[in-house]
């Protein structure tokens, strides 16, 4: 999907797309670098939009590795479902807030790391909070949440629910963003 293409869903739907770009590619690398992506046996993604981060995850996953992806906009689902093809993913058009449901229906009980674009600043606050409980409740103990903000809005409510969260800066990016990484901990 072409970078016009994004900036078209982005003014069909604003505050559900958050942005007028697809993130940049040092920006994945920040986002997924430091993660054991090639052993995580269920990886989740919410809000994929045109796929820059659920390619490079694809690349790096290992054989055993599920990847379930989560996109609310019809577009960027059907654009998804046409152009990746792999048997070890599963895409779902749905709300991030379903992620529960939809892991345990690839049989998965919970994910070992989940990487999400969801702009929450957008969101109505029961629904942000709705999704940040369900990505706590499902995530594995030890596992990792990682998030990109274009604002340090959420910053409150992800601390809640991820007390250790560490808070990174990449300018290498339009807009340049925040990324949260949080351990699940006991
Ligand atoms: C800022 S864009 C990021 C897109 C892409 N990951 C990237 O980094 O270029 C946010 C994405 O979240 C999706 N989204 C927004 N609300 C959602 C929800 N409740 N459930 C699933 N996806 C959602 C949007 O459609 C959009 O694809």
Redesign the pocket.
Known sequence: MLKSS?LK?FFK?KK????IA??SRF?ADKMLNHLAIKEAKFIVE?????G??TKKILAEMGPESQLIV????ED?HDNLQKTIVHPNFHLFH????QLGVLLKQIGGEKADIIIS???FAN?PPE?RDS?LDCIHENLEEGGYFVQ?QYSLQSKKHIKQRFPATKISYTPLNLPPAFIYSCRKRD
Do not use: C, H, K, R
Request: proline share 9%; hydrophobic share 50%; aromatic share 12%.
């Open positions: 994004f869903q739907q559900m797309v958050g942005s697809p993130s920006l919410l809000g994929p939009g045109t820059v981060f989560i996109e609310l906009n960027f749905d709300s991030a807030d674009s969801l702009p969101l629904l999704i990109f």
